[in-house]
């Protein structure tokens, strides 16, 4: 034939029902997104209808960034951990090696979910308002169940367990009271701090003895000399955060007026 190609002349059912997406119809991408009447493809849809391999990774990160996705399931099973961390602490009177050791699996798996889960929510945008708020918690209660168990058994002095937990509550009642000045970044210290802590209240979970038991001891004392020494470095970074966020307002304040 030698008449005129329909996809040219806009004239032909495919040309209408990819709305004018054709080199002589124009096309909306080249046009812009506010050209035409919004009969062509939406973002990410190809010509032909089909959506674009970037519109289906956009919509599964969506899909994850959602309640049940792996960091919060990750979370989740930590919470779950503590009160089977408990029972299994103080089965058989709390004295039993065997049961000790199954105690020490549960905090140890507790532990290491704990590092997995924020990495994996920062790194593929998991980040969820529940998190923010179960993750601590999370963090706080298998941490507290242990001292609490060990100190109740008489295995760790009742002034350990209040120093650690005091701080802990301390410096997160801290960053809530600070927020609207700014967030006080973890450091150095509060991860090697994390660490430690987890670290030495292992080493009690399980029944050591001899050497390994002394060693634990000075493990612990290092724990709470970092407890305290990164709990006093948080106080002086909030002070500093809102006396420079006071500052910043009253400054915004003063160009106002002026």
Known sequence: MTGVPASAAGGSSRAQSVGGSSKAGGSSSAAGPDAGTGAGPGPGVHDDGRPARGAKLAAAAVNQASVWNIANLLTMLRLLLVPGFIALMLAEGGYDPAWRSFAWAAFAIAMITDLFDGHLARTYDLVTDFGKIADPIADKAIM??????????????????????????????????????????????GKLKTLTQGVAVGMYV???????????????AAAVVLTVVTGLDYVRQAIVLRRQGIAERKAALEETEG
């Open 206 to 220: 399980l029944a050591l003895t001899g050497w390994l038991a002394t060693l634990r001891f000075w493990v612990m």
């Open 144 to 189: 507290g169940a242990a001292l609490i168990c060990l100190s109740a058994l008489g295995d760790l002095p009742w002034w350990v367990t209040a120093v650690i937990l005091g701080r802990e509550l301390g410096i997160t009642l801290l960053r809530f009271l600070v927020i609207r000045y700014g967030v006080i970044p973890a450091s150095r210290g």
